[in-house]
T-cell receptor
């Protein structure tokens, strides 16, 4: 596609439920990143996929968070047993590595009630 | 410990004047820097970059200056326009294309 697509754009979930957030990167981009932005905070790195290499999971805040990237394209970020502090905007970005910087999606606003 | 700092959470500037957004970093291994702009309900969009081999990069109204010895960079917008009102993020990487560390952002308001 023309840009990075994320779905859903908004998600409200009850505390304790699991959620899945989806990211469709730009076709051909080998690198994919997940960030989150909590209210009033900057962008917090979560996880990074590069080609077929093992992902860099160093930013995941707890073992309730996991992510997959199938076929080197679509990625799913899963949050299990959601907590209120998980409420944030989750941003996905992709990069070809040859460009300057990333292209971000519009994000998924997650609200845990 | 924040590796990338933007100490001004907000900045207001009159239309037509210069906006200067500052960013400081602590990791001397950082050698590639980006500025992003973010409007509400949208993802950040890439604005301008600079690598450590340069001390200045210019693109239209936007100029980024890098002072490696001071671990400081700044974004200048001249002349500022109301459409520039957004949150600006500084980001740094020690390994081009991987794991940029973002600052907390500065909200710029350009007043007509």
């Amino acid at each position: 596609g023309a840009g990075v697509s994320q779905s859903p754009s908004n998600k409200v979930t009850e505390k304790g439920k699991d959620v899945e957030l989806r990211c469709d990167p730009i076709s051909g981009h080998t690198a994919l990143y997940w960030y989150r932005q909590s209210l009033g905070q900057g962008l917090e790195f979560l996880i990074y996929f590069q080609g077929n290499s093992a992902p860099d999971k160093s930013g995941l805040p707890s073992d309730r968070f996991s992510a997959e990237r199938t076929g080197g394209s679509v990625s799913t970020l899963t949050i299990q047993r959601t907590q209120q502090e998980d409420s944030a905007v989750y941003l996905c970005a992709s990069s070809s590595g040859a460009d300057y910087g990333y292209t971000f999606g519009s994000g998924t606003r997650l609200t845990v009630v | 410990d924040q590796q990338v700092k933007q100490n001004s959470p907000s900045l207001s500037v009159q239309e037509g004047r210069i906006s200067i957004l500052n960013c400081d970093y602590t990791n001397s291994m950082f050698d590639y820097f980006l500025w992003y702009k973010k409007y509400p309900a949208e993802g950040p969009t890439f604005l301008i970059s600079i690598s450590s081999i340069k001390d200045k990069n210019e693109d239209g109204r936007f100029t980024v200056f890098l002072n490696k010895s001071a671990k400081h960079l700044s974004l200048h917008i001249v002349p500022s326009q109301p459409g520039d009102s957004a949150v600006y993020f500084c980001a740094a990487s020690g390994n081009y294309g991987q794991n940029f560390v973002f600052g907390p952002g500065t909200r710029l308001s350009v007043l007509p």
